[in-house]
């Protein structure tokens, strides 16, 4: 059953193949969505996505760097001729600078959370009020978060305060995008760990991944972990999930149950 026939999707944060942003694009694809891509401008960078996003067939890939307000102008306005109105927004994109990563989180600089912050959080707020007015009614909006947004991760640092806010900006965009005309939803989902290229600036990867596989639940494993996530985003961006939003989702199976 194609769950999104007929579907647009706009999504933000494909950087390759282990992209989290890749393996939803792989669900909404496979359930009939239409999709396009945006890419933080660069040629390398462009060269890769424009290879890991082909076997989606996409209508038109945009560079976007999600700091510049003209960028997000332009990326809209390639939306709006390209698309016409559209159904679905995926933000699957942070970035917090490397030094704030390794250092102790008393060294925070201002720079380094203003930037964090921007590109990891503002940028849903961004990119959702410029999406809003493209938006048929019913849309859906997802973007990505981590448990460290509520508990103490060591070394996710100003990232951990950035997803809080993110987390926090969801409730806020929901309640008032649910009233909106267009009844845009709104949500979050908290993956458990994924070794992307983003993971690796966090910390060990492959450390984390162990004691994820140890901990959780449910077997969590580098073959099965990002589709997990794009199978709940699927279920998020459908009409499956018609009557949620402002949530945050765990698809981490079942690790931030588990005290001890
Ligand atoms: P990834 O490196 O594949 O993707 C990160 C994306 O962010 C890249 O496409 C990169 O180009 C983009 N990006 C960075 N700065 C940008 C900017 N200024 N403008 C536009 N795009 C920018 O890594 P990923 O793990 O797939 O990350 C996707 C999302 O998932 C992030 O929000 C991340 O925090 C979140 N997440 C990841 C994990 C994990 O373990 N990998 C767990 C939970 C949440």
């Not at 891509?37 to 424009?50: D, M, Y």
């Not at 760990?193 to 596989?213: F, N, S, W």
Request: hydrophobic share 45%; net charge negative; charged share 20%.
């Amino acid at each position: 059953m194609a769950l999104l026939a007929g579907k647009k999707a706009l999504v933000f944060g494909v950087l390759n193949e282990y992209s989290i942003g890749w393996h939803i694009a792989e669900q909404l694809h496979h359930h009939g969505c239409e999709l396009a891509f945006s890419f933080l401008p660069g040629e390398k960078i462009e060269r890769r996505v424009v290879k890991a996003v082909e076997p989606f067939g996409p209508k038109f890939l945009v560079p976007c760097d999600v700091s510049k307000d003209e960028d997000i102008g332009r990326a809209f306005a390639m939306t709006s001729e390209k698309f016409g109105s559209f159904d679905i927004l995926i933000h699957s994109l942070a970035f917090a600078p490397g030094e704030a990563l390794h250092n102790p989180f008393l060294q925070t600089s201002r720079e380094a959370w203003r930037t964090a912050l921007d590109i990891s959080a503002y940028s849903l707020v961004a990119l959702s009020r410029a999406a809003v007015p493209l938006m048929n009614v019913d849309g859906s909006i997802v973007t990505m978060s981590y448990l460290g947004a509520e508990k103490f991760i060591p070394m996710y640092n100003v990232m951990a305060v950035a997803k809080a806010a993110l987390e926090c900006s969801v409730r806020y965009l929901a309640a008032e995008l649910g009233r909106h005309e267009k009844h845009v939803r709104v949500n979050a989902i908290s993956a458990g760990a994924i070794k992307t290229m983003a993971a690796r600036g966090i910390g060990d990867i492959d450390k984390m991944m162990a004691h994820y596989t140890e901990k959780s639940p449910l077997p969590w494993n580098g073959d099965t972990a990002a589709v997990h996530v794009g199978k709940t985003a699927l279920y998020l961006c459908s009409d499956l999930s018609s009557g949620v939003t402002g949530e945050t989702i765990y698809v981490d199976g079942g690790y931030n149950i588990v005290g001890w």
